[in-house]
């Protein structure tokens, strides 16, 4: 038995992990107890990626699908011609516009194949590119760049020493924090409280009670994060907690946000948040008396109507109060390579008109993909799938299936066979995380405490799997396009490391070589104070801009959606919830549903969360099916009764809806409903700064279909 250092590579901290290899197979993944950042922590998530692995489901070698819908198994080659060749002949008789992109989550975690892929699109030309960053965090790179000059600038907690720490939309004990890459962060906020720091969550679901020992939660209606922050800074700056000092000498446009906050006092604003004015009020006397303070806001702050303002306030409640640059405030995270130049941009310029619209460059709004296909004047006719399951993880699954059921050519890159690649005419399988060599690059940037480790392919591709790297260079030398693969020697292999190794080098004086003679975990330095106005802000007159004249449309947005909340009371009164996206300590996105492990113990649906005093309104109980409708569509569900919920709000897990998956054996026995089908498509379904699509707070009806029999709650 062989024993190889790795590393995770389902979410942001890339928990270090020994790999278990006997006779060239994965036997087991346990902790890395000597790795000097981790210690030995990894989640169950990640410990199960060698079920992953072992799937039988999974994607062995490449498949062509034949006009009467059946699936052939071919060769490499053959594969690659046959993309290269109808790709090239869409391109030659419609134009590049008529090829699309959409890049899912995991090559977020894949150094050569977010690298590479990138490489591909730009090298074909391919402008119509979607990715699941408008589903998850696209506001938040826009909010960076118009504050601090450079989308790549996210301030973490200074956990280790805040007294104070604010945590907005995140539930640490379902998923480790994102865009704050720490290991067992819910062990750190304990040992943060254990010495009397005060952890405040301010979420729709209860997340942590005084009796959980971590903290406590501010209940507060979902969509609303930007006039709770807005209330806050208001009462902040009634209390004199602005620190002058700092906000003339760094900042901008101060008194543009003041005259902002003065419309939402906190008495104004709690009938739309439903967080009481004296709640607010003493948060805020908190905040100012403590000089340690530190904020996070995490998913369920990004999917609101609003998640750029929220975000650009909550870079604004750490700035202008002094807690931004300090010990025990927050603190800018550099790990290998100071990415802050890298992400530098001018906000003016990160925009184009389209046919939908004045839109951000970069990711397309997902909520647009159908619209592109089956409503634009010059309508995508194929589609390239890297990673990612958009049929499923993006609102509209009927409208989107009909969208795809339209193209003439639909190429998913993959380890599954999917609801999306089940529509797909070529099916291409890639590595798992450890068939391929890595870097843990996610969190450059972010993390509490930087390293760089290089994992080595832990074992050999099973079957007839590749890279996506390779797949992305076959693709272009077999469409005569620039590759990797061109000029090389017999025998000669490619180097897809070049851009990592420059940038390793460059940035901390790592060399790559050493790394992958020795996979051991390199520590760098931890965020420290004092450099960020200097080193970290990136805005053409160098300043804070604490109210970007970019955002002048989206403030009258705001003002005129808080209006709207006002009235709204009135619906609620009605019968009206509110749909929040749940987070779960058994799913990731929809990476597990395939994996018998993660649906032991009545874990095999995703049912519809609510509190007792709103199913005994609709006269439900516990497991009774219901429907559950949207102005936008239609599902059914179950009931579960959940009284951490605020009332008024139901939550459903996302990743589930896999009734269309038949290769996907376990999943489609339990597929669950998608919520996903409930949210907003089209014009009007994403913030314009962001394309952020709007996925919390959806108002939803519920009835009931068939009643349970009865028994208590689970």
């Not at 199960?48 to 198994?73: C, E, I, K, M, Y």
């Not at 619209?371 to 004047?377: F, V």
């Not at 399951?389 to 609102?395: D, E, K, T, V």
Request: hydrophobic share 40%.
């Amino acid at each position: 038995m062989e024993s190889i250092r790795t590393f995770c590579r389902i979410c942001e901290p890339s928990c270090g992990l020994v790999a278990q290899v006997d006779d060239g197979a994965l036997v087991k993944l346990t902790p890395d107890r000597d790795h000097p950042v981790t210690k030995g922590f990894a989640c169950h998530k990640g410990l199960a990626a060698v079920d992953l692995h072992h799937d039988p489901d999974r994607l062995d070698a490449p498949q062509l699908r034949a006009a009467d819908g059946s699936w052939s198994t071919v060769g490499w080659d053959t594969a690659i011609e046959h993309t290269g060749s109808r790709l090239q002949a869409i391109i030659d008789l419609h134009g590049i516009d008529a090829v699309a992109a959409y890049v899912g989550n995991p090559t977020a975690f894949n150094a050569l194949g977010q690298l590479h892929t990138t490489t591909l699109l730009r090298t074909l030309g391919i402008r119509r590119a979607f990715s699941s960053g408008t589903q998850d965090c696209a506001n938040k790179f826009v909010a960076s760049e118009a504050v601090f000059g450079s989308s790549t600038v996210h301030p973490i907690p200074d956990l280790e020493h805040t007294d104070l720490c604010l945590i907005i939309g995140e539930n640490p004990r379902a998923s480790q924090a994102s865009f704050f890459s720490i290991p067992n962060v819910l062990g750190e906020m304990r040992r943060a409280a254990a010495r009397d720091a005060r952890m405040v969550f301010v979420n729709p679901r209860r997340i942590e009670t005084p009796e959980k020992g971590i903290g406590d939660t501010v209940l507060i209606r979902p969509d609303t994060d930007v006039w709770f922050l807005a209330s806050l800074l208001h009462e902040i700056d009634l209390l004199g907690g602005f620190d002058e000092h700092v906000v003339a000498r760094h900042g901008t446009h101060v008194q543009e946000l003041r005259a902002f906050i003065a419309t939402y006092s906190a008495d104004r604003t709690a009938a739309v948040t439903g967080i009481d004015a004296h709640v607010v009020r003493e948060l805020a006397a908190a905040w100012v008396a403590t000089p340690r303070a530190s904020v996070h806001a995490s998913t369920g702050l990004n999917m609101g109507r609003q998640g750029t303002l929220a975000y650009w306030l909550v870079h604004m409640l750490s700035f202008v109060t002094g807690r931004l640059d300090v010990v025990g405030g927050n603190l800018k995270s550099d790990g290998f390579y100071p990415n802050a130049r890298a992400g530098a941009g001018v906000p003016e310029q990160g925009y184009a008109d389209t046919e939908f619209g004045r839109l951000r460059r970069g990711s397309l709004p997902g909520t647009l993909l159908s619209h592109a296909i089956l409503d634009s004047d010059n309508p995508i006719r194929a589609l390239v799938v890297v990673a990612g399951n958009p049929l499923l993880s993006i609102a509209g699954e009927h409208r989107l299936r009909k969208a795809f059921e339209q193209l003439e050519l639909v190429v998913v890159i993959d380890i599954y066979p999917s609801a999306t690649s089940e529509l797909a005419h070529v099916l291409l399988p890639s590595t798992d995380m450890y068939e391929r060599d890595d870097l843990n690059i996610v969190n450059i940037g972010t993390s509490m405490q930087p390293f760089a480790q290089y994992t080595p392919a832990v074992v050999t591709p099973k079957a007839d799997r590749k890279p996506e790297w390779w797949i992305a260079h076959r693709l272009l030398q077999a469409m005569g396009r620039t590759s990797l693969f061109d000029g090389l020697a017999d025998g000669e292999q490619p180097d897809p490391w070049s851009k990592w190794r420059h940038m390793l080098e460059r940035g901390s004086g790592l060399h790559l070589a050493d790394l992958q003679a020795d996979p051991s975990p390199r520590v760098l330095p931890t965020p420290a104070p004092g450099t960020f106005f200097e080193q970290q802000v990136h805005t053409l007159d160098g300043l804070v801009d604490c109210c970007p004249p970019i955002f002048g449309d989206a403030i009258e947005r705001c003002h005129q959606l808080f209006e709207e909340g006002l009235a709204g009371a009135d619906r609620r009164a009605d019968g009206e919830l509110l749909l929040i996206h749940k987070r779960d300590q058994w799913m990731h996105n929809s990476w597990f549903s395939n994996l018998e492990r993660m649906k032991r113990k009545g874990r095999e649906r995703n049912p519809l969360g609510i509190t007792s005093a709103d199913a005994a309104r609709l006269a439900l109980t516990h497991g009774d099916i219901v429907e559950v409708a949207s102005a936008h569509g239609c599902i059914e569900s179950t009931v579960d009764i959940d009284d951490d919920l605020m009332p008024g709000v139901v939550s459903m897990v996302h990743g589930w809806g896999h009734a269309a998956s038949p290769r996907m054996r376990v999943a489609a026995s339990q597929p669950g409903s998608n919520p996903n089908a409930l949210l907003p498509t089209g014009p009007g379904s994403f913030e314009p700064l962001s394309s952020q699509a709007h996925m919390t707070g959806i108002a939803v009806h519920v009835r009931p279909l068939v009643s349970a029999p009865t028994q208590p709650p689970s």
